[in-house]
């Protein structure tokens, strides 16, 4: 008989329409009310945001304090610059490629700046672009020194007999061609059930796996539950299954040589999601020469030829 656990952090309270506690991304799925905010949370907003969105703020913002610049130039007189053109366009842009060359310090010579007004300005645009450089170099060694698991999950999880027991069974590979050392999953059940004042709660289980922890994870991994006498899910039969409020959250741990240090990941699959009698297809095999061959594509990849 499966005995609950106590809350692991997410809450026993819970909603006839709660959504999953984790999304997809492995990111939790809540919604922040009267949050303070503080320069710290932009520093780690910008660590941990894609590669594409990272360098369209970078651009958007050297774009900005330039035009910025370029505005307070033109205001102030373009001939303290350069010859002005008659056309307030023109001198704009004379005045955007000044304040270019000034930020980030290149000064090719042919414009500079006349008087002292335009002499103090231009000096500090050098000091806001040394330090914003700084800062953007300071973004990127953070980006590429903070730790991170590269865990790929399967889309897919499943259900199917197994060693004469039925099984929920999903996949994880690495995303990369580094491999995992000593990976281990610790595998929670979260059930969305009414008690007995008709409201809605979360239950807890410690789902068992077959193995939770393996040596090297060069290829891929399926982790099997069993439903057996153990299994808080013993009670269900697998259309019920489907019918639950139920998610499985997940925290995968190994240790990644490239950071040195043991990384952490998190993600989740819905009940709602199993598939029925199917089986996952292999995702590696061997070549003419002997060699291991991984296909990424393969992982999510399902069949209905059940395999034992």
Request: aromatic residues 12%; glycine residues 4%; contains cysteine.
């Amino acid at each position: 008989m499966a005995k609950r656990i106590k809350d692991p952090g997410i809450g026993r309270s819970s909603s006839r329409l709660a959504k999953r506690f984790i999304n997809s991304d492995g990111s939790f799925n809540i919604k922040h009310l009267n949050r303070s905010s503080s320069v710290s949370e932009s520093y780690n907003y910008l660590i941990n945001i894609s590669w594409a969105r990272f360098f369209l703020w970078v651009v958007l913002g050297y774009i900005l304090v330039n035009a910025l610049f370029a505005i307070l130039y033109t205001i102030l007189g373009i001939a303290n610059i350069t010859e002005p053109t008659g056309n307030v366009f023109k001198d704009f842009l004379n005045a955007f490629f000044f304040s270019a060359q000034t930020i980030t310090t290149v000064g090719y010579g042919a414009m500079a700046p006349k008087g002292l007004l335009f002499g103090i300005i231009s000096s500090f645009e050098a000091l806001v672009g040394l330090l914003s450089f700084s800062f953007i170099t300071g973004l990127l060694y953070g980006r590429f020194s903070k730790p991170r698991a590269n865990i790929r999950f399967s889309n897919s999880i499943i259900i199917k007999k197994h060693n004469e027991v039925d099984c929920i069974m999903f996949r994880i590979m690495s995303k990369s061609d580094n491999v995992m050392i000593r990976p281990k999953v610790e595998a929670t059940i979260a059930l969305s059930q009414q008690d007995e004042n008709k409201k809605f709660v979360n239950n807890f289980y410690r789902l068992k796996l077959e193995r939770d922890t393996i040596t090297y994870l060069p290829t891929t991994w399926t982790i099997v539950h069993p439903i057996d006498d153990a299994s808080p899910l013993q009670q269900f039969d697998r259309e019920a299954l489907q019918e639950l409020n139920g998610e499985i959250i997940l925290l995968v741990s190994y240790y990644d040589e490239s950071f040195a240090q043991e990384v952490h990941q998190v993600h989740s699959y819905v009940l709602k999601n199993l598939k029925t009698d199917h089986s996952f297809i292999p995702a590696f095999y061997y070549d003419d020469d002997g060699y291991t061959v991984l296909d990424h594509d393969k992982l999510d990849k399902t069949s209905t030829k059940i395999r034992s």
